[in-house]
């Protein structure tokens, strides 16, 4: 019996997915997207920022019919201490007006779900409530894929199935993910009148702010926390390296309770209902820990490719644009009919002359770098902005040069020579990065 051939076989409607068939729908070829979840995005979390430009490089002028919530205009870094932080701010109004968006918060049900909507128009063939198990593959070729009902073959396959591809592990006898390399993501999302979000934050009906936010109750782990304004919801969430909170034996949960009670983050939700808890794996090993991109008949995109930054939480525009290149390849492997692995090399080619790798090839010791140091880089030092910051805004009868040597002699006793050795590691990272 002949067996029935698509051009392309995607596992996952999540960014990385539904880009890749939204640009094969587009260019004329047939497209099936399997989705384990009811609906795209039925599954799916994030912080969450989606980032304009590379956005609407899919979908052009994107915000005239999507279901975004604010256009960010404001991002605030917040240095937090035990009950003080040092906070700094950039507005630019620039970014509430067309033509100069930066980024957007969704809220990933939805806008994952208009995303599909849109490849559906252009002819994907989206199968929600279907879980992928395995790759069918025959004489070391990735031939299609089998569910729990049917098997699905196709000319070439994308796997973007997320953080945790099982599909990688078996396409590439790939190792189980290490704790090192990924963190535990949690977020409550809180509701709050329109207007109160307006006063707290500072915005109009349109716009919000970001916070990313170091420290605090995570002081001294590799971790970020953030909160995002939605239409009429606060998002407050935190990612720690799983390495991190097994060391620490602390549950993601206490962590961020105590960070909603903080005084610099608890005047933001006061009053708020808590609309939902998730929690959700990140990728953090970056360039370093990435599978392999391609073999004979596949490829692998988005987060089940390791492509996240997360020093700048950068993810879904990573996951787009691997969808883009790889369905770009696929177009260009069914023109010529050619499959192979040499052929399908071009994804990675188009993935190295980009941002994508660029920048993950830039930030790849980063986190290396963090981890062995997270004690001092984001424990001691933190600690100590913000111990300066009281000393100069404190008001008291003690001469300021006296406050100033106590404070450095202070920082010189506990870090002793120490400090040269901390500072050269700084200078090497920040070294590394400039210059890669
Ligand atoms: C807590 C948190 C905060 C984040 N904040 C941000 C942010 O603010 N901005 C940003 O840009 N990025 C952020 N990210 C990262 C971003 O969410 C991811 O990088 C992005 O979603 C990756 O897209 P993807 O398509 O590769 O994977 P996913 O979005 O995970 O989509 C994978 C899809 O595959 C489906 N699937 C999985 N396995 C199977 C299977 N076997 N069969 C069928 N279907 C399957 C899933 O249901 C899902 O729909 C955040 C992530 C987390 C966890």
Redesign the pocket.
């Known amino acids: 019996m002949e067996r029935e051939l698509v051009d392309t076989v995607i596992?996952?409607?999540?960014?990385?997915?539904?880009?890749a068939a939204y640009t094969l729908a587009k260019a004329g070829k047939e497209v099936v997207v399997?989705?384990?979840?009811d609906y795209?995005?039925?599954?799916?979390?994030?912080?969450?920022?989606?980032?304009a430009q590379p956005v609407a490089e899919i979908f052009p002028e994107f915000w005239k019919s999507a279901p975004v919530e604010r256009s960010s205009v404001e991002h605030k870094y917040a240095l937090l201490g035990d009950e003080d932080g040092t906070v700094i701010s950039y507005r630019n109004g620039k970014h509430a007006r067309e033509g100069h968006y930066n980024?957007f918060t969704v809220i990933?049900s939805k806008w994952?779900r208009w995303c599909a909507e849109q490849a559906e128009a252009e002819g994907a063939f989206i199968v929600p409530e279907?879980?992928?198990?395995s790759l069918i593959i025959e004489d070391g070729k990735v031939v299609g894929?089998k569910?729990e009902q049917e098997e699905f073959y196709a000319r070439v396959t994308i796997v973007?199935?997320?953080?945790n591809?099982?599909?990688a592990k078996q396409a590439w006898n790939y190792p189980e993910i290490t704790p090192q390399n990924v963190?535990l993501?949690?977020?409550e999302v809180i509701s709050l009148p329109k207007e109160k979000i307006q006063d707290r934050f500072n915005v109009d009906e349109k716009t919000g702010v970001?916070y990313t936010v170091l420290g605090g109750p995570m002081q001294g782990m590799v971790g970020l926390s953030?909160v995002?304004t939605n239409l009429e919801s606060v998002v407050v969430?935190?990612?720690v390296t799983l390495e991190d909170l097994a060391h620490s034996k602390t549950k993601p949960y206490e962590l961020l309770n105590q960070l909603k009670k903080h005084p610099v983050i608890a005047p933001l939700i006061e009053g708020g209902e808590l609309l939902e808890y998730?929690?959700?794996?990140?990728?953090e090993g970056g360039y370093k820990a990435m599978p392999p991109l391609y073999k004979d008949g596949v490829m692998i995109?988005?987060?089940?490719?390791m492509?996240?930054n997360n020093v700048h939480?950068?993810?879904?525009?990573?996951?787009?644009m691997?969808?883009k290149f790889a369905a770009e390849t696929a177009i260009q492997a069914i023109e010529r009919d050619d499959f192979s692995a040499n052929m399908l090399s071009l994804y990675r080619k188009k993935l190295e002359d980009s941002f994508v790798l660029k920048d993950l090839k830039t930030y790849k010791d980063t986190i290396d770098t963090l981890e062995k140091n997270s004690k001092i880089f984001l424990g001691f030092y933190p600690q100590k902005v913000n111990e300066f910051m009281n000393q100069f805004t404190g008001v008291d009868s003690i001469p300021k040069k006296v406050k100033y040597r106590q404070f450095i002699g202070g920082v010189i006793a506990q870090r002793s020579f120490c400090l040269i050795n901390d500072g050269l590691k700084l200078a090497n990272l920040a070294g590394g990065i400039l210059l890669r």
């Open positions: 596992v996952g409607a999540g960014p990385a997915g539904i880009t399997l989705e384990r979840g795209p995005g039925s599954k799916n979390m994030f912080g969450g920022a989606i980032y980024s990933r994952d279907t879980l992928v198990e894929v569910t973007a199935d997320g953080v591809s099982l599909l963190a993501g949690v977020k970001i953030y995002y969430g935190l990612g998730s929690a959700h794996l990140i990728p995109a988005g987060d089940a490719a492509l996240v939480s950068e993810g879904t525009n990573l996951a787009m691997s969808g």
